[in-house]
C-alpha cells in the first residue's frame, strides 16, 4: 500500500484516471444533448467503433491525424442521419433501433478491419500536447496539462455544452423540445429540426469519442470499445442530464478504473481479488449515485417521438 | 331494410379482419426483405453469392428438423427474456438488465445443482428452474428497489449490474465454482446428470426448455392480461401518476415488475446451463459464451412481439431462425462472421424502423377498405 | 353477423391443429446424421483433406487463434489441403452448431480451437465416426478414437523470456498485462515469474490482469501503471495486448511476446516472442489421418518437439552473451535439466 501512496504513482494513475473518462466523457455529453431533447440513443457503442474505425484506417492511410478526426466525426454525421431518419421520420421505438446500431456498427467495423487491414497494424497515435508553462508546474502539470488535444477538447466541451444549453436560444428551445414538445411546436420550435440537430451533434461526439480511442491507442482491434457506448448512456443518468454530473461520472468511472488497475499493478490486489475489483467502477457509480441522490427527473419527453397529428 | 344477414360475408371478412391483417404482416416481412437485400449487397461486396447465402440461411433455419429444432432452441431463451421484458416495459420500466439476470439465475441453479447433485431428476430440474428463478428476481429487484427509493434510473443501475454479475461470474469461475484441472480455465464441470433437460421425443436437440418458455410465455399473458396484478401494472406503466391517485401502490408495482422481468430471464439462465449441450456453466472468455447476449437480443423479440407475450413467441423463433440460418450462411459462404453479426443489425433496424409504419398503413388500409376505425 | 359456438369451436380446433403440426415437424428429426467413411487413403489422385476450424475470437487476434489458422496456411504449403474457418464463435452453442455442420458437410478433419467446445464435441463426435476432430487446448481425448486432443506448453517460453527479461532489466521491475487468470494465459505468465526469479531472485514481477480480453484501452493503461511503478520490461499475453505494446513502442521498452512473432507490433523494442508452431503437431496428425487413426492421442507443443519457437527480433540488438544464455535455457529445459516447475 506504500507503494501506491508515492506521488508520482498518484500523479500517474490521477492522469490516467483521466485518460480512461475521455472516451467516457465525449460519448456521453453526446448522448445527453440528444437525451435533453428528448431522443434515446442505445445504439452509442456501434457509432463510437464506426469512428474508432475510420479514424484509425484514415490514419493508417494517410498518415494524417487530422483528416482521421474529420472523416470519423463525418461518419457519426452520416450514422446520425440514419439514426435521425429511423426516430424522427419514421417513429420508430428507441430503445430497439440503437441495439441494431449497436450490432451492425460492431459486426460491420469487425468486417471492414479483417477485410481492409486484416492483422492490427499500429500506427502513431495522438502526441501528448503540453500546455505551456501549465504542464511544467509539479505534479499538477502531469495530471491535468500533458494530454493528447481530443482530451483537452473532450473536458472543454464540458462549459461549452453547459452554455449552449443553458444560455442559448437554441439550448432553450432544445430543453423545450425535450420537456413539452407540444407546447413547443404551438410557438413555432420545429420540434424535429432541433431532434436532428442534437441526434446529428449526438452521433458525432460518439464516433468522436471511438476516434479519440483508437488514436489514443494507435490501434484498432474488435470491439475495441468494449462497452464503453453503453456506459456512457448509463453515465447520462448519472449526471442528472447536466454536463458536470457527466463528467463527474466520467471521472469517476475513470479515476476508479485507473486506481483498481494501479493497485493491480504493485499487487494490493492480486489473485481472485482481481476480478472482483474489476466491478469496482460500476458499483461506486451505483453507490454514489445512491448517496447523492438528487431527484431531477428525466426529460418528460423522453423516447416519445413527437408526431404533429397527435 | 338491409340487415346484418344481408351483407355477404366474404367481403365484410376482408374488410375487417384481413386486411389490417395482412398489411400488419406485410410490412415486417418488407423491412426484412430490405435488409436483406443490404445484406445482398455487402455479399456481392465480399465477392459471394447471395442467393446461395440465403438459401443456406433459410435451409439453416428451417431447412430440417434438426434446423428447426436449433432454431427454437436459439429462440427459447429471446423469449424468455422478451416475455419478462413485455411485463418490464408495459409498466414503464425500461429492463436492460437481461445478460445479468440470465448470469443471476445461471448461478444459482448451478450451485443448487452443485449442493445437492443427487436429488432425483424429476424433483430437481424444477429446483433448478425456481433457483433461476430466484436469482434472476433478486438481480432484477435490486434496480428496482433502487430506483423506487433512491431515484436511481434502472437504464444505469441494470447496466452497471450487467457489469457487476459479468465479474462476478468470472471471479467464480476462477476458484470456487470452476472445475478442478490441471489447467483450470472458466467453467464448472460437468453438472449432474439430474439436472438435464429432459429431451423432447423425435431425435433432435429439442429440450423441455421451449415448452417451459412457452408456458411462460403463455402464463405472462395471463398476468399482464388477466389479472389484477397485470392491470395494475399496465396502469402504473401508462400513466404513473393518475395511478398514484388512485391509490395504486405504483413504487411497488416497479420493483415487481422488474422482479418479474428478473425471474424470466433467470429462468433462461437455468435453462442455458442445464440445456446446453455442455451441461456445465461456461464463462470462458466471458459471459456471453453462455447467455448468447440474449439479454439484448430478447429485447428486440419483445419489442417486434409488440410487447405482446403471445406475440413474442413467433418473434422469437424468426430471430432464432435468422441467428441459427447466420451461422449456416457463414459456413456455407466462408464469409467473416462478422458480417453475420452487421446483417442481424440491419434486420433489426430495418423492422424496427417499419413498425410504427405497420400501424400507419393498418390504418390507411381500414380508410380505405370502408371500414370504420 | 351472428358468431355461432360452431364457428368458433371450428376455428380453434383449426388453430390446434396448425399449431400441433409446426411442434410435431420440429419434433421430428428427419435427418439422422450420417456416417462417413473414412478418407480415402489411396495415395493415387487423392482428394484434398478437407479441414475446418472452428474458434472463439478472430483469426486476426494475432494471439490463439491467429497462430492456428497461420500454422494451418503453413501446413497447406507442402499438403493437399482445403482450410474453411468459422470464427469469431465465442457462443458456445453456436460453435457446437458449426462443428456439427462440417461434420455433416462431409470434412475430413474438423479442428475445435478452444476448450470450452469440449462440451458440444463430446456430444458430436460419437455421432460421425468418419470424421477426425482436434480439441484444444485440452489434455482429454474424452476416450474417444476420433478425438485428437492438443495443448500447449506456454509456460517454457514464458521461462526463457523470464530469464532474458531478468537480465536486461536495469530497474529491477518487469511488468506483465494479462487477460484473466486462467487457461494458458496464466500458463505463460507463470512460467515468465518463473524464469525470472530463476535467472535473477531480486527481480521483481509485477502481474496485472485486467479481467477482460478485449478491453484494449486498459491493456495500454495496465503498462502505463507498470512504467510509473517502475518496470522496464513488459510482457502480455491475448489479444487485447496490443494496447500494451503500443505504449511499449512509444515508451521504447522492450516487449516479450507470445503466441505469435509479435515483432511488426514494435519493430524496436520486441526482444523475442515464443511462438507457436501448431504445424509440427498437425503434420503427425495428418499423417495419422491418412493412415486411418482418426484420434485417441494428445499432443502437446513444447520446446522440446519444436512446436514452441522462440523468435528474436534482430534489430533489437539483444546482447550476444544474453542471447547464448537464451539459447542454453531453452536447451536445458528440452533436454529436461531445468523445468518450469509447473
Known amino acids: ?310 | 331494410m338491409p340487415t346484418a344477414l344481408d351483407e355477404p360475408v366474404a367481403p365484410k371478412l376482408l374488410r375487417v379482419r384481413l386486411a389490417p391483417r395482412l398489411v400488419g404482416l406485410a410490412v415486417p416481412v418488407a423491412a426484412v426483405v430490405a435488409a436483406l437485400a443490404v445484406g445482398a449487397i455487402m455479399l456481392l461486396a465480399l465477392g459471394a453469392n447471395p442467393i446461395e447465402g440465403y438459401v443456406a440461411l433459410a435451409d439453416g433455419a428451417f431447412g430440417s428438423g434438426n434446423a428447426l429444432a436449433d432454431t427454437a432452441l436459439k429462440g427459447m431463451p429471446l423469449l424468455l427474456v422478451g416475455v419478462g421484458i413485455c411485463i418490464a416495459f408495459r409498466t414503464g420500466v425500461i429492463n436492460l438488465g437481461g445478460e445479468g439476470q440470465i448470469i443471476a439465475g445461471a448461478i444459482c441453479s448451478t450451485s443448487l445443482s452443485l449442493a445437492i447433485p443427487d436429488t432425483p431428476r424429476i424433483l430437481l430440474v424444477p429446483l433448478l428452474l425456481v433457483a433461476g428463478a430466484l436469482g434472476g428476481a433478486f438481480w432484477g429487484a435490486i434496480p428496482g428497489a433502487l430506483k423506487t427509493y433512491y431515484g436511481v434510473s434502472e437504464i444505469l443501475s441494470t447496466i452497471m449490474m450487467n457489469i457487476i454479475a459479468a465479474q462476478f461470474l468470472s471471479f467464480l469461475l476462477l476458484d470456487w465454482l470452476a472445475e478442478p484441472r490441471e489447467i483450470r480455465i472458466q467453467q464448472t464441470e460437468r453438472l449432474t446428470l439430474n439436472g438435464d433437460l429432459p429431451l423432447l421425443p423425435g431425435g433432435t436437440r429439442l429440450h423441455i426448455g421451449v415448452l417451459i418458455a412457452v408456458a411462460i410465455a403463455v402464463a405472462a399473458f395471463v398476468l399482464l392480461f388477466r389479472s389484477a396484478l397485470g392491470v395494475r401494472l399496465r396502469a402504473v406503466g401508462h400513466n404513473p401518476n393518475a395511478s398514484r391517485y388512485a391509490g395504486m401502490p405504483v413504487q411497488r408495482s416497479v420493483v415487481e415488475a422488474l422482479a418479474i422481468s428478473g425471474a424470466c430471464a433467470g429462468i433462461a439462465g437455468a435453462v442455458l446451463v442445464f440445456g446446453s449441450e455442455s451441461h456445465r456453466l461456461i464463462g470462458e472468455g466471458g459471459a456471453i459464451g453462455f447467455t448468447q447476449n440474449a439479454g439484448f437480443n430478447g429485447i428486440v423479440a419483445a419489442l417486434f412481439g409488440g410487447l405482446h407475450p403471445l406475440a413474442t413467441i413467433p418473434a422469437a423463433f424468426l430471430f432464432g431462425g435468422l441467428l441459427t440460418g447466420g451461422i449456416k450462411l457463414q459456413r456455407e459462404l466462408q464469409v467473416p462472421a462478422a458480417l453475420i453479426v452487421a446483417l442481424n443489425g440491419v434486420v433489426v433496424v430495418f423492422v424496427v424502423g417499419s413498425l410504427k409504419l405497420r400501424t400507419r398503413l393498418a390504418a390507411w388500409a381500414d380508410r380505405v377498405t370502408g371500414v370504420r376505425t | 353477423m351472428k358468431r355461432t359456438p360452431g364457428r368458433r369451436l371450428r376455428r380453434s380446433l383449426l388453430a390446434l391443429i396448425g399449431a400441433s403440426s409446426l411442434v410435431l415437424a420440429a419434433c421430428g428429426g428427419d435427418d439422422a446424421p450420417a456416417s462417413q467413411e473414412p478418407a480415402a487413403t489411396d495415395s493415387a489422385a487423392a482428394d484434398p483433406v478437407r479441414i475446418a476450424m472452428v474458434a472463439p475470437s478472430a483469426i486476426n487476434d494475432l494471439a490463439f487463434t491467429q497462430s492456428m489458422y497461420d500454422s494451418l496456411q503453413r501446413v497447406a504449403k507442402n499438403r493437399d489441403i482445403t482450410i474453411d474457418v468459422s470464427d469469431g464463435l465465442f457462443i458456445v452453442e453456436d460453435a457446437g452448431a458449426a462443428i456439427r455442420g462440417y461434420a455433416e458437410d462431409g470434412y475430413d478433419v474438423v479442428i475445435a480451437h478452444g476448450t470450452q467446445f469440449g462440451g458440444p464435441l463430446s456430444e458430436i463426435a460419437p455421432d460421425f465416426p468418419g470424421v477426425s476432430f482436434l480439441w484444444g487446448t485440452s489434455t482429454d481425448f474424452q476416450g474417444l478414437d476420433n478425438i485428437y486432443a492438443y495443448s500447449v506448453r506456454s509456460d517454457e517460453g514464458g521461462y526463457v523470456n523470464g530469464t532474458i527479461a531478468a537480465q536486461i532489466t536495469e530497474s529491477g521491475v518487469i511488468g506483465v498485462v494479462g487477460p484473466v487468470e486462467a487457461g494458458d494465459a496464466k500458463l505463460y505468465v507463470d512460467g515468465f515469474v518463473a524464469g525470472a526469479t530463476a535467472q535473477d531472485p531480486s527481480v521483481t514481477v509485477n502481474v496485472n490482469y485486467i479481467e477482460s480480453f478485449s478491453d484494449v484501452a486498459l491493456a495500454a493503461e495496465a503498462a502505463t501503471s507498470h512504467l510509473a511503478s517502475g518496470a522496464d520490461v513488459l510482457t502480455g499475453t491475448a489479444q487485447m495486448v496490443v494496447g500494451a505494446t503500443g505504449v511499449a513502442q512509444a515508451e521504447g521498452i522492450p516487449w516479450f511476446g507470445t503466441q505469435s512473432n509479435q515483432t511488426p507490433l514494435g519493430a524496436d523494442i520486441v526482444v523475442a516472442s515464443q511462438v507457436y508452431h501448431w504445424e509440427v503437431i498437425l503434420e503427425t496428425i495428418l499423417d495419422q489421418i491418412a493412415g486411418g487413426k482418426l484420434g485417441g492421442e494428445v499432443f502437446e507443443l513444447t520446446l522440446a518437439n519444436g512446436g514452441l519457437e522462440i523468435e528474436f527480433n534482430d534489430a533489437f540488438g539483444l546482447d550476444a552473451d544474453i542471447l547464448a544464455a537464451a539459447e542454453q535455457t531453452v536447451a536445458d529445459l528440452t533436454s529436461g535439466a531445468a523445468s518450469t516447475g509447473l
Open chain 1, 1 to 310: 500500500m506504500s507503494d501506491f501512496f508515492t506521488l508520482s504513482v498518484i500523479v500517474a494513475t490521477l492522469a490516467s484516471g483521466i485518460r480512461l473518462a475521455t472516451p467516457f466523457l465525449l460519448a456521453s455529453l453526446g448522448e445527453m444533448i440528444g437525451q435533453r431533447s428528448g431522443v434515446l440513443n442505445l445504439g452509442v457503442e456501434g457509432v463510437m467503433l464506426i469512428g474508432a474505425f475510420v479514424a484509425y484506417f484514415t490514419l493508417l492511410r494517410t498518415g494524417s491525424t487530422l483528416l482521421a478526426v474529420l472523416l470519423a466525426v463525418t461518419a457519426g454525421v452520416v450514422m446520425g442521419l440514419l439514426y435521425s431518419l429511423i426516430t424522427l421520420y419514421m417513429n420508430a421505438v428507441q430503445g430497439i433501433s440503437g441495439i441494431g446500431i449497436y450490432l451492425f456498427g460492431l459486426g460491420f467495423t469487425d468486417l471492414l478491419f479483417q477485410k481492409q487491414v486484416g492483422t492490427p497494424i499500429p500506427v502513431k497515435g495522438l502526441d501528448e500536447l503540453h500546455i505551456p508553462l501549465l504542464a511544467d508546474i509539479p505534479h499538477v502539470g502531469e495530471i491535468f496539462f500533458q494530454h493528447s488535444i481530443l482530451v483537452y477538447i473532450a473536458f472543454l466541451l464540458v462549459p461549452v455544452a453547459w452554455f449552449v444549453i443553458e444560455r442559448t436560444t437554441f439550448g432553450l428551445n432544445l430543453r423545450a423540445v425535450g420537456e413539452t414538445p407540444e407546447a413547443a411546436d404551438t410557438l413555432g420550435v420545429s420540434v424535429n429540426r432541433i431532434r436532428l440537430f442534437t441526434i446529428l451533434i449526438g452521433n458525432s461526439l460518439a464516433a468522436l469519442a471511438g476516434a479519440a480511442l483508437a488514436l489514443e491507442l494507435g490501434i484498432f482491434q474488435q470491439n475495441l470499445t468494449s462497452g464503453r457506448g453503453f456506459i456512457a448512456i448509463a453515465l447520462v443518468y448519472f449526471g442528472a442530464w447536466r454536463p458536470l454530473g457527466v463528467m463527474s461520472g466520467a471521472l469517476l468511472f475513470g479515476v476508479v478504473s485507473a486506481t483498481v488497475n494501479q493497485w493491480k499493478t504493485i499487487g494490493i490486489i492480486e489473485g481472485a481479488a482481481s476480478s472482483l475489483t474489476s466491478m469496482a467502477p460500476a458499483l461506486l457509480t451505483i453507490v454514489v449515485l445512491v448517496f447523492v441522490s438528487r431527484r431531477i427527473d428525466a426529460p418528460s419527453a423522453l423516447t416519445k417521438p413527437f408526431d404533429r397529428s397527435g
